[in-house]
């Protein structure tokens, strides 16, 4: 029979999953608890007849204990395999707990290949080169904008030199005239005469 399900292959049957066999479980628990819950009253209700019966029926009261042993007995062997159901359930809901997080973490690894498929590093360098040189690019422009432009720096200053020269000697030669007239009185100089000849000195001497 077997050589035959090796030949024709065997239909592999589906287990409960994870989660189902977490809330099989679970109810059991809860039957198992109901369980518990009836034995414990069955056995105050054993005590009950026991404790009525120790001296007018000492038969009935023996046989109550008798029960009451049976029950205790039986809420013994319950609450051992509730112990075992419930170590059972936590270790397949930390395995569930640990099969979501991997499942988790392999669909974003998979996700970040997908995102990385198209990029190409010695790409993403030449990028970064290229905004760095443009960096520097536009920093070039901002310092050329920045500075002022030199207007008028072409004037030939040996040039405004002699015309100052020329000036200044045409001044003097008016003093010297001035101190040859007669009456050996120098006649007052107009005050805005003198401050409009001290504007031009200063105006020259500004643009050497």
Do not use: C, W
Request: net charge negative.
């Amino acid at each position: 029979m077997s050589f035959f399900k090796n030949i024709f292959g065997k239909t592999e049957e589906k287990g409960p999953t994870t989660g189902e066999a977490i809330q099989k479980l679970r109810e059991t628990e809860d039957m198992l608890i109901k369980k518990q819950e009836f034995l414990e009253k069955k056995i105050d209700q054993e005590i009950t007849v026991a404790k009525a019966n120790g001296t007018k029926n000492k038969r009935a009261a023996i046989q109550a204990l008798k029960r009451k042993k049976r029950y205790e007995k039986q809420l013994q062997q319950i609450d051992g395999t509730l112990s075992t159901i419930e170590m059972q359930r936590e270790a397949l809901e930390g395995a569930n707990t640990n099969t979501a997080v991997l499942t988790t973490m392999k669909n974003a690894a998979d996700a970040l290949k997908a995102a990385h498929k198209h990029m190409d590093v010695n790409q993403v360098h030449d990028m970064m080169d290229d905004i760095a040189e443009q960096q520097d690019v536009a920093k070039e422009i901002s310092e050329a904008i920045s500075n002022p432009v030199a207007f008028g720096q072409d004037v030939d200053e040996d040039e405004l030199e002699k015309e100052l020269e020329a000036l200044e000697q045409e001044e003097l030669d008016k003093d010297l005239l001035k101190l040859s007239t007669p009456g050996g009185e120098l006649p007052e100089i107009p005050s805005t005469a003198l401050k409009k000849d001290q504007r031009k000195t200063q105006v020259l001497r500004s643009v050497l």
